[in-house]
């Protein structure tokens, strides 16, 4: 089952927040978030492994509400460093990992 | 730690032949993965192996595909009677257990 990423894309000025959302129809254990530059390879950011635990790394920061069955991505203050597309991933059955379709973010002078 | 290492970089090849792609691992990884990759989309999982065993395979997109992992080590994905649709990036990640996937930089797959 392949998790509901919005939006679909973003774009932002530097030093604009954004929010990436992750859902899912079923049960979530874990949410994996990374990053693709164009024409590079995915870039892992964070797991998330608990209801509710968030997690950070300097200011891209997420969330993990099991409830709701769905993971959110803070990108805070964005650089220009941060555009991307942005995928969440999460177990399903026996496949380690399905990935959603992306979010892509531009960050603008 | 090099990284996890794919070749070619890219392949171009004639509807109807086969190609064969290969991944090395970060070596301390013991599950290795295949997926592909369309324009605008996720990557899609294609089969994964941990060690020499080959843990999931119902995902290989038809009987076309294979994958193998002889020694536990490097891996092979192979597509044989190539078509259209089957112009891609192939990625490669690997992992120590259950830990982050860590992806190489994929071969591009152009079906001419």
């Known amino acids: 089952q392949q998790p509901v990423q919005s939006p679909q894309a973003v774009i932002l000025r530097e030093g604009e927040d954004a929010v990436i959302n992750c859902s899912s129809s079923k049960a979530l254990y874990s949410v994996h978030w990374y990053r693709q530059k164009h024409g590079e390879a995915p870039v892992f950011l964070m797991i998330?492994?608990?209801?509710?635990e968030q997690k950070g790394h300097e200011k891209i920061s997420a969330s993990f509400n099991e409830k709701k069955q769905q993971s959110s991505l803070y990108l805070t203050a964005s650089q220009l460093s941060y555009s991307g597309t942005y995928f969440c991933g999460t177990p399903s059955g026996n496949t380690p990992l399905v990935f959603g379709k992306g979010t892509r973010l531009s960050v603008i002078a | 730690d090099t990284g996890v290492s794919q070749d070619p970089r890219h392949k171009i090849t004639k509807r109807g032949q086969n190609v064969t792609f290969r991944c090395d691992p970060i070596?301390?990884?013991?599950?290795l993965y295949w997926y592909r990759q369309t324009l605008g989309q996720g990557p899609e999982f294609l089969t994964y192996f941990q060690n020499e065993a080959q843990l999931e395979k119902s995902r290989l997109l038809s009987d076309r595909f294979s994958a193998e992992r002889p020694k536990g080590s490097f891996s092979t994905l192979e597509i044989q009677r190539t078509e259209q649709g089957d112009s891609a990036m192939y990625l490669c990640a690997s992992s120590d257990g259950g830990q982050p996937q860590h992806f190489g930089d994929g071969t591009r797959l152009s079906i001419l």
């Open positions: 070596s301390e990884h013991n599950r």
């Open positions: 998330l492994l608990k209801g509710g």
